[in-house]
């Protein structure tokens, strides 16, 4: 399946690369379908009992729901963090977060991917929270 091979390139590049990297991380991302009128904050999931993968999602969320508060006031950040039992998760050997970004069938989260700025503006936050993580 895709998510095999994905799973397999990863763990590939982890093993090659786990005498010499400091650290190794993954972050998955993914975008749903659900209702149209379900919208997604920013979900974060992390494989049960994985103390560091914990500690990696709820670092991401609070770098995101920071700058939400400075950059939207107002808006509310209703994203969270739980286990799951994910493939991805379960079958990446370096600490992974799994990020459920968007709601693909709901207009506010579409923006979210769709606007350039808005995009952006996530994945910058998501490479500060990454920074965040790693200086801790």
Same mark, same amino acid.
């Given at each position: ?65 920071? &700058? ?30 799994? *990020?459920?970004?968007?709601? *693909? ?8 991917? +769709?606007? +350039?700025?808005?995009?952006?503006? +996530? ?6 929270? +990454?920074?965040?993580?790693?200086? &801790?």
């Amino acid at each position: 399946t895709r998510l095999a091979q994905r799973a397999n390139i990863i763990n590939g590049l982890y093993r090659r690369n786990q005498n010499s990297a400091k650290g190794q991380y993954t972050i998955v991302i993914h975008v749903d379908s659900r209702s149209n009128s379900q919208r997604i904050d920013i979900f974060y999931y992390h494989k049960k009992n994985n103390n560091a993968g914990r500690r990696f999602a709820q670092t991401l969320h609070r770098r995101v729901q920071k &700058e939400y508060a400075e950059h939207q006031p107002g808006r509310g950040y209703g994203g969270t963090i739980t286990w799951r039992s994910l493939y991805m998760l379960e079958n990446v050997q370096p600490t992974t977060v799994y *990020i459920e970004l968007a709601n *693909i069938r709901n207009k506010r989260d579409q923006d979210r991917l +769709v606007i +350039v700025n808005n995009r952006q503006a +996530v994945a910058n936050w998501l490479c500060e929270g +990454v920074k965040d993580f790693v200086r &801790e």
